[in-house]
């Protein structure tokens, strides 16, 4: 009975590594993404300021 409880012990303590170890990789990869979108979104505000820019000066001439 020592030999199943140790089994059940380490299989416990398994499934808590492995749900730590998918925890850990879903907040990298959310943080990644996170970064991603802020790029884009600072991109397409920098377009939006050259792209604004050039309206007005088409719109004096």
Do not use: V, W
């Not at 970064?35 to 300021?49: A, F, L, M």
């Amino acid at each position: 009975m020592g030999k199943e409880i140790g089994k059940k012990m380490e299989g416990e303590i398994e499934r808590e590594t492995e749900k730590e170890t998918k925890a850990e990789r879903r907040k990298e990869g959310e943080m990644e993404e996170r970064k991603r979108k802020g790029k884009r979104k600072g991109k397409e505000i920098r377009e939006e300021k050259e792209n604004g820019g050039l309206k007005e000066t088409s719109k004096e001439a």
